[in-house]
């Protein structure tokens, strides 16, 4: 019976729809292919980052190159540069697709190479045997029956258009840019269900080298007017990209994304509060409400004055941004972080940015902590903030899996990863439950990559293991881990579900 003011079920608002969630896997180009001279490829950023045995210096330095690192690489024909061999991607095609296949996922993430269709970034006409690689790579992924998540950008960029130009600083590579994706919509339009111009936007603030393609100055640290430049130049270069994309392959579905850090107050103090909504403000969604909502935020115009940056707008930008926003907004999520104002609070590592540490939450090997429900809460805020579909295009964990003999046969056998996962998923519904539009999840690193971060083999993401070592030995063998099984159960179990 109901209460004299509660409304009747006829006048309550009807539940959204329930998307069937897409479920996928992810590699880039340049942790995956490998080839990094084949086929007419030019070198790119990646190419030139050596492998450093790893202590907190070694992956900065491996992250942010110096104009003499950048010489060394170059001809240094003795040093480990891992991206140059990557998982072999390149030489595996078949295989992978056809594990991803049996694997069963509705979705593959993956990105061009831009050096592989433009070596040089500035050239007039696409390079024909890039095109014939990814002519393959289209159809394999189509005649397996999986959508295609396309990342145009994946951090890897053309080495000259940095040495030429000065990397994103320079407006014209937004030009540039554009002729690269346009040639991508006219060949492989029809193939793209969901693209991002670029991967992890908000990693030009924090890694400049693969963000926004910026040398690092030999002694101090970077102008942040270079990086912001940059990063306006890109947010530019993703409008134009849509608008052309909306002309060229209407069908497709554009994204933005950034690395979520899911902030939390160290202490209720008013202080550690504010230090971070800014931090939140200025780290994570600032190139959120760029390209999803079209306008620059006015919390910018004080973080701006106070650092000293300027920035160049032409004339007609701000309406080029507010026209043309993505359709769908997307995350990585790795971990959630903390912020406190006090200096000398113990910090532990993440994804792009260092945090203080939580001491209700365990941490990976590499000190990224691990919170699911931090997912939930990530997609609630993002959701809150701009009302439009969310697709978790990263997550997953980073561990150093051992591969063993079991009567012979090779194996690994991942428990940790299968824990992570499911209660990662578990929070997924939760948020779907909520309310969240989500279209789907992406695991990084389906097939073991080598790190973005610290350009390891040994920090492993995938359920296929990769034989292969930091300095790249080994076979390139492909061995299922355990959570290949576990992953193609549940994708099939939702699959049976939602029929
Ligand atoms: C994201 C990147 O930052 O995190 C990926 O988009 C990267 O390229 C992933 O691989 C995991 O980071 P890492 O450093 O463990 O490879």
């Not at 992924?141 to 950008?153: D, E, I, P, Q, S």
């Not at 933005?256 to 850090?261: I, K, L, P, T």
Request: with cysteine.
């Amino acid at each position: 019976m109901l209460a004299p003011n509660q409304p009747s079920a006829a006048s309550l608002p009807r539940p959204l729809a329930k998307r069937r969630l897409l479920w996928g896997g992810a590699t880039a180009s340049s942790q995956y292919e490998g080839a990094f001279s084949a086929g007419g490829k030019g070198l790119d950023t990646q190419d030139v980052r050596p492998y450093l045995p790893r202590t907190s210096n070694a992956t900065t330095a491996t992250r942010l190159l110096t104009r003499s690192a950048v010489e060394r690489a170059k001809s240094d024909t003795a040093g480990t540069y891992p991206f140059r061999t990557a998982s072999d991607g390149y030489g595996h095609l078949d295989e992978d697709i056809a594990l991803l296949k049996e694997l069963g996922i509705d979705i593959y993430r993956f990105s061009i190479s831009w050096a592989r269709l433009f070596p040089n970034g500035d050239e007039q006409e696409p390079n024909a045997e890039g095109l014939a690689y990814y002519d393959r790579v289209f159809s394999a992924v189509r005649n397996a029956g999986m959508k295609v998540f396309l990342t145009l950008t994946h951090y890897a960029l053309p080495l000259n258009l940095v040495e030429s130009y000065g990397g994103w600083t320079s407006r014209v590579l937004i030009g540039f840019y554009v002729r690269f994706a346009q040639v991508v919509f006219e060949r492989w339009g029809e193939f793209i269900d969901f693209y991002l111009p670029f991967n992890e936007i908000n990693a030009g603030y924090f890694s400049p080298w693969n963000g926004v393609g910026l040398i690092k100055p030999e002694d101090g640290p970077y102008n942040q007017s270079d990086v912001f430049q940059s990063l306006h130049h890109q947010f530019v270069a993703s409008a134009r990209v849509i608008e052309m994309q909306r002309r060229v392959a209407p069908a497709c579905q554009s994204g933005c994304m950034v690395a979520d850090f899911c902030y939390y107050p160290h202490t209720c103090s008013p202080e550690d509060n504010l230090k971070t909504i800014r931090e939140e403000q200025v780290n994570q969604w600032f190139a959120i409400d760029v390209l999803a909502r079209g306008f620059y935020p006015t919390y910018m115009d004080r973080f701006f004055t106070e650092h000293g940056i300027r920035i160049e707008l032409k004339s007609d930008d701000l309406e080029v941004l507010a026209r043309h926003t993505c359709d769908f907004v997307s995350i990585s999520y790795y971990q959630s972080s903390v912020c406190s104002t006090n200096e000398t609070a113990e910090h532990t590592a993440g994804n792009l940015v260092c945090t203080v540490k939580n001491p209700y939450l365990q941490a990976t090997e590499w000190g990224w902590q691990i919170d699911p429900i931090g997912l939930r809460t990530a997609l609630n805020k993002l959701y809150d903030r701009v009302h439009k579909p969310i697709f978790i295009s990263e997550n997953g964990m980073g561990a150093r899996d051992v591969l063993e003999r079991d009567n012979g046969s090779a194996v690994v056998h991942d428990p940790y990863r299968i824990d992570y996962l499911t209660r990662h998923f578990e929070q997924i519904d939760e948020a779907v439950a909520d309310g969240v539009d989500v279209i789907g999840y992406i695991m990084w690193g389906v097939i073991d990559i080598v790190s973005a971060g610290s350009c390891e083999m040994e920090k492993r993401y995938g359920v296929v293991y990769v034989d292969a070592d930091n300095h790249g030995n080994g076979t390139y063998e492909r061995i299922k881990k355990d959570s290949f099984t576990w992953y193609r159960d549940f994708i099939s179990s939702r699959h049976g579900n939602e029929e």
